[in-house]
Every structure is written in structure tokens, then in C-alpha cells.
RNA sequence: GUCCCCUUCGUCUAGAGGCCUAGGACUCCGGGUUUUCAUCCCGGCAACAGGGGUUCGAAACCCCUAGGGGACGCCA
């Protein structure tokens, strides 16, 4: 059988690096085996999909070097490779279900469900559907249907019993029906949801191998049952472990940096950003840490990886970005630095910045040295102000990096608009709400404008900043706990 | 809370019952090379979560406990 990979991520944000880090190891596989790496888009989302995102996406791939045999942007036998236009395909096979009893309507209100799900939290069950629906009659779906009443379709799920499956890392694992939700596979707006799109392409496109997160476990018995109701055979699971933070938590932008554009746009290359993520759950047999993607291949062995979760240390990413930097000649290296920043478009979104306040070329880099490098280290003493107090300054840091963390867009004059906003909310002139912010974000009082700065940051390096300066100032836990209360009653955040 | 997964230095890991006095790498600390710094080299600190088994022998196999993580959405 040929082995046929896939990377199925949404596209409803920065391309994350746990999408390039499963994504490298399906890559690898694939070609070990001389397989076939398939790029899906996975955007059933209709509200949060973007086609940015995709773009988004498509190029953190390209740059690591990951290349796709089959997805959007390259003609297959088993397209179209966005779920959003596999539309019919998915209405027919939830159609095979309801047909076969597999599956069935359900017409339940939010409100019932919210209820529903309250009641069981205070009962301390597993929140999950109570089959309300379950055993309504062919006429009376078909009289509501008819009807326009809004619905869902669900698939059916014992009641009894548990389900086994096998992961090729962990062996054999058992899952008892009682914690399997009735999962719904049709929303009301008429697109399937991950669940069943999952399967139904996976097995369409011939997938043989899935190698996920450790986060889809769970999801396990529903997709099994739904290759059993529909007599397909499964493919070989392989779940990998997630990446984490440095306090072991699933590795998010809340607590670092996770988008592959920052570490594209910091410097770091992606032989080494591959390469790093390569050393997360896995190792060469001989221990060699420095590996290129093609010795990757060469001596990888899906059996040898790891199953616990590893944290993403950025300080052994960097050494390793040293380690490749080092071993360039004068030629390439000039070449990378030119690719990396000194290009037309970085260029061209800085130029306009600097132009009115610079005298001499040569003022670029002095007015811009905190955008284009890190700015310098803060103590407490550079954020004194004269009209604020240390509690107002981590206050301000504080709302505002939580206001960033909620942020899916990064556009200037949106965050203007918000930063406005928290500064009336704190009852404070912007000028002095911003100071702190130019502080953390440029390490002077006195900087490029401040939107701008943060927009060509980026999200996560100007959320970084801010998480730094709070360190600078030693936010106790007991002080985060109480801003954080404080931070959900402000209008912006409810 | 329920279910599932995980547990070797602070971090990434090696370890397939005797090669383990537990090895390597990052970080940190010392020392050397270097006009400074960095690089580079040498050295050092530092771990088998705890308790029971199985075995002549356990970091490795089994059980329990503890800890950590994940899932519990008309998100993926």
C-alpha cells in the first residue's frame, strides 16, 4: 500500500508551528516511505476561515521547505483540497447515514443544550448529548424539516460498551461509549463539521497514515465508528505528542511565540526551525543533534518517537540558529540577510516610518533599531512616569497584552481603536496610557509611531514585549490573578 | 468532575533486563584561546516521581499512588 500523508490544518489565524511541527513529521514520513504528502484545508469554519490564513499557511510551509503533492494550489486525483468546496460530497455520505439509521436529526435549542450541559457540570457527569432527539419519528423530522425549523444532523453512538483502537506509539487503547458524545456531523449552516469531513476525506484521499496530536485521542472512537458505519478500513494512527510551554501547558500564543511567520521574521532559518522540531519526541539513533531534513528521512523511524510532551525551549532553538548561521559562507550569508529583511517589501513597509525623521540614510538604523532587532533590556527604573504609579504601569501593561491575546486581526487602526478604548476604561489620557507600551515595545520613550511599530512586529513579538516588561516589573501571581478579574469586567472583553 | 495520555538532569533526549558509578545537547558556573565581545576548546553542577511486586539482576516489565497534560463545542 503507498503511503499517503496529509496536514489538515484550519485556516483561521498565523500559521501555528505545532502545524509546522506535525507537518514536518507526515513530510518526512511520506517521503521515507516514498509516499505522498497532501495539503488540506480544513476550513469548515465558515466564520473564522480566511483565505490570508491559507496563503498564510501555504507560505510558512514552502519557507521550512515542506513541500505537498496534492492541495489546493496543486492539481490532484482526489480534489478539491479545501472542504469548503467538498461540499456534496459530505451531504451525501451524512445522507448514507440518516438513510442507514446511523445518524439522525436533532432540532434542539442552544438554550436546551447550554441547560443541558450546566446541569451536567453540576451533576460532575461528561457533559455530552442526552439523545433528546434520537428516536423522533420519519414524519415528524420530515414535517420540521419542511418546515424550516433549524437543525443539526448527529451520528449515533452505543450506549454501552467501549471502544478499542490501536496508536502505533501507545498500543492498544480503550475508550468506553459512555464518554463519546453524540458528535454532531451537519450544522445548522448546512456545512459538515471536522468530525465527519475528517473521515470522509481521509479515506477518499486514500490517507494511510495519520499523524495528529495527542489532542484528537479523544476523537478516536467517534471517527472509528463512523469508518465502521460506513464499512471503510481504518488508516494507521500515529499520535504525536503535543508541544508545550515552559509551564508544560498545550503550547500557545497566550504564553509564546507560535507563529511561524515570527520565527521566519526574528531570523531564524528554516533548516533550523525544521530541524529543532525534528529533536521534539525524536532523536537520530547515533544522537547527532544537527541534521538536515534529507538525514532526517534518511534515518527517521516512526517507532522511536516519543510520547511525552516536550517543551518548546527557545533558547536551544537559537543556539541551534547559531550553529547554521555559523556554518554559512560570507555569500549565503549576505544572501539570507537580504532574503530576511533587507528586501523591498520589509523595506517598503519601514521606509515611510523613518523617512520624516530622518536627516541621513544612515538614521535608519538608529530610529529603527527595535524593529528590526530586539530592543534593549528594561529595569523597573525605565518605566517610571511622572504621573504614574508602578500599580497603574502593570496595569496598563497588563489590559493591554490581554486585549492583544484576544486579537485574531492585526491592523493598525483597530488596534488604535482598542488601545483608545482601554485607556478611557482606565480612566487615563492615551499619551500617558501609551507610555508604558512605547517602553516595552521600543525601550524608549520616544519611538516610531506606536501602531505602526506593532503591526510591523507583528502579533506575536509585540505580545512577547509586553509579556517581558510585566516580568521586568515582577508581577507577582497574586497581582496577575486580581488584573485578570478586573481585565473581564471591562466592556472590550465580555 | 469524568475519561484518555504521559512521567530519566531546569529543558530536549539516549536507554529494548546485566554494557548505568545513567550518556549526549541546551541553559548556568568555572578555566583556556582571542585586542574587547562572541565563536571555539576544556572542565563542573544537575535526573531514573514515590511505593509495592516480577527477576539472580530493573531506569527499563507489572500494579498502585502522586504529579503533569489533553479531551469533554453546531472550533479544528
Known sequence: MKVRTRIAPSPTGDPHVGTAYMALFNWVFARQHKGEFILRIEDTDQARSTRESEQAIFSALEWLGLDWDEGPDVDGPMGPYRQSERKELYLQHIQTLLDKGHAFHCFCSKKRLDDLRAEQQAAKQTTRYDGHC???????????????????????????????????????????????????????????????????????????????????????PKHQLLYSYFGWPMPELIHLPLLRNTDQSKLS?????????????????????????????????????????????????????????????????????GQYLRALDVEDYAAKVSAWMLNKERLTALIPLVQERAERLSDLVPLADYLLGTRKPLTPVDFEHKALERAQVVKILHHTLAMFDLKRDWQRDDLYTSCNDLAEQCDLKLR??????????????????????LVFLGADLSRGRLRDALEVLSLSGKERKRLDKEVEQLRFFS
Open 253 to 321: 500564543k497566550r504564553k509564546n511565540p507560535t507563529s511561524v511567520t515570527y520565527y521566519r521574521d526574528q531570523g531564524y532559518l528554516p533548516e533550523a526551525l525544521c530541524n529543532y522540531l525534528g529533536l521534539m519526541g525524536w532523536s537520530m539513533p547515533n544522537e547527532e543533534e544537527l541534521f538536515s531534513l534529507q538525514e532526517m528521512i534518511d534515518a527517521f523511524d516512526v517507532d522511536r518517537i516519543s510520547t511525552s510532551g516536550p517543551i518548546f525551549d527557545q533558547d536551544k532553538l537559537s543556539w541551534m540558529n
Open 134 to 220: 434520537v428516536n423522533l419519528s420519519r414524519e415528524e423530522v420530515q414535517t420540521r424539516v419542511a418546515a424550516g425549523e433549524a437543525h443539526v444532523v448527529r451520528m449515533r453512538v452505543p450506549e454501552t460498551g467501549t471502544c478499542t483502537f490501536q496508536d502505533r506509539l501507545r498500543g492498544e487503547i480503550t475508550i468506553p461509549y459512555s464518554q463519546v458524545d453524540m458528535q454532531v456531523l451537519l450544522k445548522a449552516d448546512g456545512m459538515p463539521t471536522y468530525h465527519l469531513a475528517v473521515v470522509v476525506d481521509d479515506h477518499q484521499m486514500k490517507i494511510s497514515h495519520i499523524l495528529r496530536g495527542e489532542e484528537w485521542l479523544n476523537s478516536v
Open 432 to 453: 500617558d496610557f501609551l507610555f508604558p507600551l512605547f517602553i516595552a515595545i521600543s525601550g524608549r520613550e520616544v519611538s516610531l509611531p506606536f501602531f505602526d511599530s
